[in-house]
């Protein structure tokens, strides 16, 4: 099953599904009034007894620096005439590949360089500096290779500030969408409805959704559904397994699937409340390790840490 956005008018009517399906909203968009300094809070959180303390606490700033952006600059587009115009086709209304951007994503980073600038060391100081040099091309350059996985061509220090940049973007476009979301036969669950980018990782949730798992988005935030006993990203149902660190109650383990060779974080909220998909999926950096000397490739990608190529 795929799930599709749609106007809000009455002209495209869900297909009749299990009464128990429709209980279950297939999409989840993100509160952007707290995403930010939440994200920021629990990774400062997670950093305190970490190995990786360095890493997670420079990510808290890029989670803050978000939030200033945020409010410094808000969006305003017409976004029910984008979805109109997309709702007849198989493409996600941000799409990745098809969404011509606006400059706003580079005003965007300019204000998280500059919210940066003075909290940093002198090497990641210079980072920002020559980022802030770049022309408006070599910017749309690196955000299109990004956004095609060609992580080589952007690098890895200045990779994690274009994206934070990116997400930012369309996460303020997928919060103006006044569309809802629907369950409908087709493929490739494993993207996201609203962008077609891919997750960071999953969350069993707590609350009216309790016990439902989501992937999250790695780029505009939102969640959309997914059953917990089919895998992620090829969608079998058989060969999955989980693995931890810890004991069977971890908060965060990986669910690997024997037939596509893949593992993604699932989070439980029901073990830690507090959990996060991007802070908790990065704190633990040790799971992806163990995953690997198993075999198995991580299906996702982190803001805060792209793969060298």
Same mark, same amino acid.
């Given at each position: ?6 106007p809000?008018h %009455?002209?495209?009517a ?5 009464? $128990? ?10 509160? @952007?009034k707290?995403?930010?300094a939440r994200? &920021?809070?629990?990774l400062r959180?997670? $950093? ?10 420079? !990510? $808290?700033l890029? &989670?803050? !620096?978000q ?16 979805? #109109? ?21 580079r005003?965007?980073l ?6 940066? +600038?003075?909290q940093?060391?002198?090497h990641?100081?210079a ?5 802030e ?8 350059n ?16 200045? !990779?994690?500030?274009?994206? $934070?940049a990116?997400s ?7 919060? @103006?969408?006044? %569309? ?6 087709g ?5 996201c409805?609203?962008? %077609?980018s891919?997750p ?10 309790s016990?439902m798992?989501?992937?999250h988005?790695?780029?505009c ?9 089919k ?13 931890? @660190?810890?004991?069977?109650s ?7 699937c024997?037939d596509? %060779?893949?593992? *993604? ?13 991007? #802070?908790?999926?990065?704190?633990? *950096? ?10 198995? #490739? +991580?299906?996702s990608?982190n803001p ?6």
């Open positions: 099953m795929s799930i599709r956005i749609v809000n %009455g002209a495209y869900p297909q009749t599904r299990m009464s $128990a399906a429709h209980s279950i909203p297939p999409l989840l968009f993100a509160n @952007l707290s995403l930010y994200r &920021a809070e629990r959180h997670l $950093a305190e007894e970490s190995p990786l303390q360095d890493l997670l606490a420079f !990510a $808290a890029i &989670a803050d !620096a939030q200033h952006a945020l409010h410094d600059h808000p969006l305003t587009m017409d976004m029910a005439a984008l979805l #109109a115009r997309t709702a007849e086709t198989t493409l996600p209304p941000l799409d990745i590949h098809t969404f011509v951007r606006d400059p706003h994503w005003t965007l300019q204000a998280i360089i500059a919210e940066l +600038r003075p940093v060391d002198p990641l100081r980072v920002l500096e020559n980022l040099k770049c022309s408006e091309n070599q910017l749309e690196f955000a299109d290779a990004l956004l095609t996985r060609e992580f080589t061509d952007v690098g890895s220090e200045t !990779a994690p500030l274009i994206w $934070a990116l930012l973007y369309w996460a303020q476009m997928a919060a @103006l969408i006044p %569309g809802k979301a629907q369950v409908e036969h493929e490739h669950r494993q993207f409805p609203t962008c %077609g891919i960071v990782s999953s969350l069993v949730h707590l609350g009216s959704v016990g798992r989501y992937l988005c790695n780029l935030e939102c969640e959309w559904h997914v059953m917990q006993a895998c992620s990203n090829c969608e079998h149902t058989h060969g999955l397994n989980y693995w931890s @660190l810890d004991d069977v971890s908060p965060v383990k990986a669910e690997s024997d596509c %060779g893949t593992y *993604l974080k699932i989070l439980f909220q029901e073990h830690d409340p507090n959990v996060e998909p991007v #802070a908790d999926d990065l704190a633990t *950096l040790v799971l992806d390790a163990k995953m690997e000397d198993e075999g198995f #490739a +991580r299906s990608i805060f840490l792209f793969p060298d190529g």
